[in-house]
């Protein structure tokens, strides 16, 4: 089974910190996104990599950035958090090879809270 | 750009009945995916079921089946034999084949499954 895991559960942290939300696969995927879930407007797209070292904005980019230096890790950045930046955080995973192309696996989602 | 429409933001049906969710949505493109995903109360995101637009026949998966009319642009789910734990949001979601593999989501429905 594939398996997507996200450092953090719940997190609470102060407007103007730095945050760091980790998210790590063990499919040898080689695409992975992180998404931001609000009620009411589903999942919305922030960034995604094909491939490591390769980035390229979704659909909300402002706000945070990203980093993959190794194939099974991708993280997301906040580098000032504000309030408007409370949410749940999913990330997924998904290959572009077999059967299972374009399916995409999620992690368990790490609910951020900004003070 | 591609969009998803989910009508429902909630749902509700008697343990053991049937019930259908909608999905509409809007692309130019000829050739994509439509998936259902599920997420349950605290937990994980999971691909419930999946359809590719070239074939005509609707996919199903046990008690979960789809009525995709690609002309209308419409993708609804059908749960039969409801039962306690099928109670979760349930996504829309669609990808093109072409350029990026960007999922594009549904708002959600919630739906309640009564005992």
């Known amino acids: 089974d594939v398996k997507v895991t996200q450092s953090s559960r719940y997190l609470v942290k102060r407007t103007g910190e730095k945050v760091f939300l980790e998210c790590v696969q063990d499919?040898?995927?080689?695409?992975m996104f992180w998404y931001r879930q609000d009620p009411g407007l589903g999942l919305r797209l922030i960034y995604f990599?094909?491939?490591?070292?390769?980035?390229e904005k979704g659909d909300i980019p402002e706000g945070y950035s990203v980093s993959r230096e190794k194939k099974e890790r991708f993280s997301l950045i906040l580098e000032s958090a504000s309030t408007n930046q409370t949410s749940m955080y999913l990330c997924?995973?998904?290959?572009?090879?077999?059967?299972?192309?374009?399916?995409?696996?999620f992690g368990p989602g790490t609910r951020l809270t900004v003070l | 750009a591609q969009t998803v429409t989910q009508s429902q933001p909630e749902m509700s049906v008697q343990e053991a009945e049937t019930v259908t969710l909608s999905c509409t949505y809007d692309t130019s493109e000829s050739d994509y995916y439509l998936f259902w995903y599920k997420q349950p109360p605290s937990r994980q995101m999971i691909l419930v079921i999946r359809?590719?637009?070239?074939?005509?026949q609707n996919a199903t998966e046990n008690r979960f089946s789809v009525n995709f009319q690609k002309a209308a642009k419409s993708f609804s789910l059908k749960i039969s034999d409801s039962q306690l734990g099928d109670a979760a949001m349930y996504f829309c979601a669609y990808i093109g084949i072409q350029g990026a593999q960007k999922l594009v989501f549904g708002q959600g429905t919630r739906l309640t499954i009564n005992p």
């Open positions: 990599s094909y491939d490591v070292k390769m980035k």
């Open positions: 359809q590719e637009a070239y074939k005509q």
């Open positions: 997924a995973s998904s290959s572009v090879q077999g059967t299972s192309t374009d399916t995409q696996y």
């Open positions: 499919m040898d995927h080689e695409n």
